[in-house]
């Protein structure tokens, strides 16, 4: 981690993190939701005007907050 262009007062070193998963693609609103009715995942506790969560038509869209 660092700055290669001498502008900022960083130095780089090596950073390590544990092991973790990555889809290839975003979770949409329907996977999730299904998620939330397997009882694996929690629905989002605070959603807002920006959310997806409880908005029709957004099924194929990016889950959010």
Do not use: I
């Not at 960083?10 to 009715?37: G, I, P």
């Amino acid at each position: 981690m660092g700055s290669d262009d001498g502008g900022y007062d960083e130095k780089k070193h090596r950073e390590s993190v544990a092991a973790f998963s990555m889809d290839e693609t975003e979770v949409t609103l329907a996977q999730y939701r299904e998620c939330v009715n397997a009882g694996t995942c929690q629905p989002p506790q605070t959603p807002s005007s920006a959310c997806n969560w409880g908005k029709s038509g957004r099924d194929q869209h990016p889950m959010n907050c």
